[in-house]
């Protein structure tokens, strides 16, 4: 991976080097099928989504669409037996897939075709798809059109320069320069007017839910979505909520952890960017939110080192005391 250096501040991002170069495999034509929309989805995402109780007049997105469909999944049971990361598709996901099984980690990418913003013009109507597996398929998400003069090699090389918006790194060192402990969200939070500025965008860590098998640590991390006020019950004060990933319901700031997150925890939520249940974080996305941030995390973390400090020095002080001032306790 390579590390960029602005203001003193270390970002890390995938490997790249100006330009990309990607082996194209054998590849075949996959015809493309043709879906009714119905203003933001897909009709059969629209009638797999009412059929469950979904609002389909809100726009939902592809990640929320993916949170949903997992929730749904675990409340049905529907993880197959033998095979722990694939789903066995009920009537209603068959008539949204259109297959018998699906992998769990495949969810989000195949709910791409079913949103109204993912559709482009094709001239030819065909993509090309590889046959040797996700290896070689391009990223980010739309693939890249062939010309007719080169699609009877079966090998070739498409160079494509590096966006400006590559992808950072998901590892420690890039996000605990975003990440917000409870008491600094607390903090945070007597300034209404910037609150919500500084807060979505960045990660939070809490309790893992004991009945979700799939999560190994005691705790997870999860990035802010959105602010939402509630009003409390028999209270004329709001509460203040927050939106995060992979998450249907609100969580309140009283459920946020406030220690340190752990290497592992990181890796899990490593793997989830993997696996598109959450989106890629950019370099760009992440240096700007580090910068509206950077202030607050330095203050947070300098009062805390000083308490601190100030609690081993009372300790030094009343050691000192009592061996020039011994006390005997019968």
């Known amino acids: 991976m390579d590390g960029t250096v602005e203001d003193g501040t270390l970002f890390w991002m995938e490997e790249s080097k100006g330009q990309i170069c990607f082996t194209m495999k054998t590849k075949r034509k996959v015809k493309s099928k043709k879906k009714e929309f119905v203003g933001w989805g897909s009709r059969q995402l629209f009638e797999f989504l009412e059929s469950i109780g979904q609002d389909t007049n809100k726009q939902l997105s592809q990640y929320d669409v993916t949170a949903i469909i997992n929730e749904y999944v675990n409340a049905n049971n529907l993880i197959h037996p033998r095979k ?14 259109g297959r018998k099984s699906v992998g769990r980690n495949k969810i989000h990418d195949l709910l791409e075709a079913h949103f109204a913003e993912n559709q482009e013009e094709s001239d030819d109507g065909f993509f090309y798809s590889s046959e040797e597996g996700e290896d070689d398929v391009l990223t980010p998400h739309k693939q890249q059109k062939i010309s007719s003069s080169d699609r009877k090699t079966h090998q070739k090389k498409i160079v494509v320069e590096t966006p400006k918006s590559c992808f950072a790194s998901v590892i420690p060192e890039n996000i605990k320069l975003i990440y917000l402990k409870k008491s600094l969200v607390e903090d945070l939070l007597k300034e209404p007017a910037t609150f919500e500025n500084k807060v979505v965008g960045s990660f939070v860590r809490i309790k893992s839910d004991p009945n979700d098998y799939f999560q190994k640590n005691s705790h997870q991390l999860l990035q802010v979505t959105g602010v939402k006020k509630a009003p409390q019950t028999g209270e004329t ?44 974080p950019t370099v760009v996305g992440l240096e700007q939110k580090a910068r509206i941030l950077h202030e607050d995390i330095t203050k947070h973390w300098l009062v805390r080192e000083l308490s601190l400090l100030q609690n081993l020095i009372d300790r030094a002080n009343e050691k000192g005391w009592r061996k020039e001032y011994p006390l005997h306790i019968p």
């Open 84 to 97: 722990k990361k694939r789903i066995v598709c009920d009537e209603r996901l068959h008539s949204l897939f």
């Open 237 to 280: 004060s709001t509460e203040i909520l927050l939106q995060v990933s992979n998450f249907i319901k609100e969580i309140t700031i009283c459920m946020l952890s406030d220690d340190n997150f752990s290497e592992e925890e990181c890796a899990d939520l490593r793997q989830r960017v993997k696996d598109g249940l959450l989106e890629r």
